[in-house]
């Protein structure tokens, strides 16, 4: 009887939720800024934030960094490109701003879009019509649609490799780097191997474990390339498939299809150990996608906390806390007393949360 009626007065209180989302265009959630010495690291960080396949603009998990942050957004469209600078400039929120309209290409100068009726999945590849056919049908009737990823037309862009930009467009600190570009993310990672890559810290970026475009590198590859250069996989965010079939079984478990994964540094590239400044980035971007306990773990590193010491933030770990309490505060509002505990929980097994 209490499960009946837990279910019912939550499932009315996630649709209140719902309700004022919709209504107000906004998530409903307690506001809070992060306390004066979180800023403070924020600032001795210093982070630069590059974004490659920057359609609709920056990730809203890069939102907390705007006041601390330079951020670089590459993208080929020219006319998103110039929407995306108009759009930067008007918001004003983040300390500095750089739009690319050009493609990021290990070795082309010009190159070819592919531009797709779902803008959003647009590549410099073409669409594999043999694979997606399994997953997408053609009716309309029955999501997901393929019509989504119909090429309607073709542009010819200009193309530079990562670390030309970094050279032509003054970047080569950047500390996070988001690559988001349709099956082109392996030649984009190894085309900033040079200048680019070794400063950064964090890597969130997009991986398909099915060839969606013709001739793309999966996931295994990108992962390989990332660890053997001194990347953990953190986190991984999954998206699965169902096969498009006329008359399909009414339940079934979905197919591993791509995911965006967070990478963070935990040696150099060429094996030296990371500095406390390094440490302290590190603990930035982990903080920022709210991996408290390691974020905190980094700050307690003797030669971070020197750091820290001459830096004038004593106690920052506190602040990380009164952070993480807030958003955890936040978060209470639109969850219920089953979710609470599985959150809170030492560990998680996708076993119990796969469907």
Same mark, same amino acid.
């Given at each position: 009887?209490?499960?009946?009626?837990?279910?019912?007065?939550?499932?009315?209180?996630?649709?209140?939720?719902?309700?004022?989302?919709?209504?107000?265009?906004?998530?409903?959630?307690?506001?809070?800024?992060?306390?004066?010495?979180?800023?403070?690291?924020?600032?001795?960080?210093?982070?630069?934030?590059?974004?490659?396949?920057?359609?609709?603009?920056?990730?809203?998990?890069?939102?907390?960094?705007?006041?601390?942050?330079?951020?670089?957004?590459?993208?080929?469209?020219?006319?998103?490109?110039?929407?995306?600078?108009?759009?930067?400039?008007?918001?004003?929120?983040?300390?500095?701003?750089?739009?690319?309209?050009?493609?990021?290409?290990?070795?082309?100068?010009?190159?070819?879009?592919?531009?797709?009726?779902?803008?959003?999945?647009?590549?410099?590849?073409?669409?594999?019509?043999?694979?997606?056919?399994?997953?997408?049908?053609?009716?309309?009737?029955?999501?997901?649609?393929?019509?989504?990823?119909?090429?309607?037309?073709?542009?010819?862009?200009?193309?530079?490799?990562?670390?030309? %930009? #970094?050279?032509?467009?003054? &970047?080569?600190?950047?500390?996070? =780097?988001?690559? !988001?570009?349709?099956? +082109?993310? /392996?030649?984009?990672?190894?085309?900033?191997?040079?200048?680019?890559?070794?400063?950064?810290?964090?890597?969130?970026?997009?991986?398909?474990?099915?060839?969606?475009?013709?001739?793309?590198?999966?996931?295994?590859?990108?992962?390989?390339?990332?660890?053997?250069?001194?990347?953990?996989?953190?986190?991984?965010?999954?998206?699965?498939?169902?096969?498009?079939?006329?008359?399909?079984?009414?339940?079934?478990?979905?197919?591993?299809?791509?995911?965006?994964?967070?990478?963070?540094?935990?040696?150099?590239?060429?094996?030296?150990?990371?500095?406390?400044?390094?440490?302290?980035?590190?603990?930035?971007? %982990? #903080?920022?996608?709210?991996? &408290?306990?390691?974020?905190?773990? =980094?700050?307690? !590193?003797?030669?971070? +906390?020197? /750091?820290?010491?001459?830096?004038?933030?004593?106690?920052?770990?506190?602040?990380?806390?009164?952070?993480?309490?807030?958003?955890?505060?936040?978060?209470?509002?639109?969850?219920?007393?089953?979710?609470?505990?599985?959150?809170?929980?030492?560990?998680?097994?996708?076993?119990?949360?796969?469907?």
């Amino acid at each position: 009887m209490f499960n009946i009626v837990y279910t019912i007065l939550y499932g009315a209180r996630k649709r209140f939720y719902l309700f004022f989302e919709l209504l107000t265009g906004k998530k409903f959630s307690v506001s809070y800024s992060a306390p004066a010495r979180l800023q403070r690291l924020f600032r001795l960080a210093d982070l630069s934030i590059l974004d490659i396949g920057a359609r609709s603009g920056p990730l809203s998990e890069f939102q907390f960094f705007a006041p601390f942050a330079r951020l670089i957004l590459c993208e080929p469209d020219g006319e998103e490109a110039l929407r995306l600078q108009e759009t930067m400039k008007d918001q004003g929120q983040w300390r500095n701003v750089t739009v690319i309209a050009k493609a990021i290409h290990p070795t082309a100068e010009r190159v070819v879009l592919n531009i797709t009726k779902h803008e959003g999945l647009s590549s410099l590849l073409e669409p594999n019509e043999k694979v997606l056919s399994q997953f997408y049908s053609e009716h309309q009737g029955i999501k997901p649609f393929l019509e989504g990823w119909r090429v309607i037309k073709r542009i010819e862009v200009p193309a530079l490799s990562l670390d030309m %930009a #970094a050279q032509t467009y003054d &970047f080569s600190d950047v500390s996070l =780097l988001k690559v !988001d570009t349709q099956g +082109t993310e /392996l030649g984009i990672l190894q085309s900033g191997s040079t200048m680019v890559l070794p400063s950064v810290v964090g890597v969130y970026v997009e991986a398909e474990f099915m060839p969606l475009y013709i001739g793309q590198p999966l996931f295994g590859d990108v992962h390989d390339f990332l660890q053997s250069n001194g990347f953990r996989l953190v986190d991984i965010k999954r998206s699965c498939l169902r096969r498009a079939l006329p008359n399909r079984s009414v339940y079934s478990k979905r197919e591993l299809a791509w995911a965006h994964s967070l990478y963070l540094r935990e040696i150099n590239a060429d094996k030296t150990p990371l500095t406390a400044l390094q440490k302290i980035k590190i603990s930035c971007v %982990a #903080a920022n996608f709210e991996f &408290f306990d390691y974020a905190i773990w =980094l700050l307690r !590193d003797l030669d971070v +906390t020197a /750091l820290l010491h001459t830096s004038g933030l004593d106690g920052v770990e506190e602040d990380m806390n009164a952070y993480s309490a807030a958003l955890w505060a936040s978060i209470k509002k639109t969850c219920g007393w089953p979710e609470k505990q599985r959150i809170t929980r030492d560990s998680l097994s996708d076993r119990n949360n796969e469907r």
